[in-house]
């Protein structure tokens, strides 16, 4: 079972992605963080395998946010998933430690498929990266 942990200041995504990989097989969703202040203290107490990242957050950013966690967490893995597309993004996520980055959006699959990729250790970065 591949735990996740939702990062998203919108609760509209939270509740729509975690509706989705409730019923994804094989995923679970193990908490919810709503910015990058809260994400420390609720990774310590779920123990997620991945951590579905906004990057741009309140407080502190989803980059930020990543490199904290990683430092505590190493074994953790983050996917980015977020509406942003500046130029630079993708590589501060990789910077920051992050396994790979995925458009909001997007197809439901594609979330599904790029979660279970970067659970199994590989990366999950847009064609092209």
Known sequence: MIRVLIVDD?????QGVS???NHA???TVVGECTDGDQVLGTARDVEPDVVLMDLNLRG?????ATRALLRLQ???RVLMFT????SGNVEDAA????MGYLFKGGDPEALLTALR???RGRTAWPAGQ
């Open 117 to 119: 990729t970067v659970a």
């Open 95 to 98: 910077r920051a430690g992050a």
């Open 60 to 64: 502190t950013s989803g980059l930020d």
């Open 74 to 76: 190493p074994w953790t």
């Open 19 to 21: 509706q989705l990989l």
């Open 83 to 86: 509406a942003s597309a500046l």
């Open 10 to 14: 919108h609760p509209s995504v939270r």
């Open 25 to 27: 097989d094989g995923i």
